[in-house]
DNA sequence: CAACACACATACGCTTCGTATGTCAATTCA
DNA sequence: TGAATTGACATACGAAGCGTATGTGTGTTG
């Protein structure tokens, strides 16, 4: 074989640069990983940066799209193994939580993400777990469960303690231990949308 | 007068600098803005800037820490004024997101400081807001009024909810409806923490 | 009043981004 | 099939910004 079509070889570069500014992105933050550096190991120059991506901002887009997406992926299978959707809900959150804790997902996708790129809700990737926290919360108001809130409101409260916790727990010396307070606190609050108490 | 002591000149220029920093970092952000122009517009060069704050990220710091200082003043008074404890806490949380409206308070510490800085809790003024938080549920905790869960995470969990219920409402093109929305949502998570339903 | 210290300005080098230009292979079409 | 053209990527260039090293004048000290 060998013998690739030009659009594979350009799937295959663009895939080599995310790839490449995964790394650089999550270990040296966006402003300080060098373009030049970054196009290096993926044995390219910034031409081919520039010529699929635009320019750095739009290299991160992409980066921020590819990382949501399986964000998504991730929580939507973790959810639907729940019993419930009230459990869903929660499990959801938890593993939002988790997944934040992981380098890469809180460095590019939480920190310089909104900073360079602005509101999450206003991204490309429409940011996957937003909208399907919303759903799942659309679900339990039209069940009951939950009492009648605009559901775009909490799903947006919802992702954003999520959010501080994970960051919390990351920066804590015991992650554990913090973990497990984070994850009390979010069941409790989010108790607080149940229409009766549990 | 006009005779002033040296120790007095350094304040003001010091001053002077976060002042145009503030304006600077807040429009236009803090990777876009230039020290050339930040320190021109204070009346003064970059040497000044870098014998009185070290490097760029020294002066973020400072703005970021009068500005933290100033609203925790100013969620302290919105919190005094409430009836209750209970009633402070849920004031104190929405006159955070309220807060999180101006650009000032978005851009820099809500954004920018994250990214560039690091965690909110680790940066020396220690995030005011957090900390008064904190101490609020303590005493709630205390009264039995607020279930015993870790003080915090609630803060935690409780911020970053208002945190992303500001960032969507500066975003949304209606901001007085998602604003009512926003506080509807952060009433019914936080009454999950009481110990009994109202 | 002479010598020093310090707040700030000026000058320089280095890095980095974005663009403009060049090159070579793959596709197209007579 | 072979000449022309497109397009993916590399190379070269200019501009801007940060941090540091050095200069300068004023206030302080003995």
Redesign the pocket.
């Known amino acids: 074989m060998a013998a690739k079509?030009?659009s594979e070889?350009?799937e295959e570069?663009r895939a080599k640069l995310i790839a490449s500014a995964r790394k650089a992105f999550a270990e040296q933050g966006f402003a300080a990983?060098?373009?030049?550096?970054l196009?290096a190991e993926a044995g390219?120059?910034?031409?081919?940066l520039?010529?699929?991506f635009g320019?750095?901002?739009g290299l991160l887009q992409a980066v921020v799209d590819q990382l949501d997406t399986e964000m998504a992926q991730r929580a939507h299978a973790i959810g639907v193994r729940a019993g419930s959707d009230w459990d869903g809900l929660l499990a959801e959150g938890v593993a939002y939580i988790e997944m934040a804790l992981e380098p890469e997902v809180q460095r590019i996708v939480l920190l310089d993400g909104p900073a360079v790129l602005g509101d999450p809700s206003q991204w490309p990737s429409q940011n996957g777990c937003l909208q399907m926290t919303r759903q799942t919360v659309e679900r339990l108001i039209a069940q009951g469960v939950v009492r009648p809130i605009d559901p775009e409101a909490v799903a947006r409260l919802l992702n954003g303690a999520a959010l501080n916790a994970a960051l919390w727990v990351a920066a804590s010396p015991d992650p554990q231990d913090v973990l497990a307070k984070a994850v009390e606190a979010f069941r409790a609050l989010a108790e607080g949308l149940l229409a009766r108490r549990p």
Chains 1, 2 share one sequence.
Request: hydrophobic share 25%; aromatic share 4%.
């Open positions: 079509k030009r070889m350009m570069t990983a060098s373009m030049d550096d196009t390219l120059t910034r031409g081919a520039y010529h699929n320019d750095k901002r």
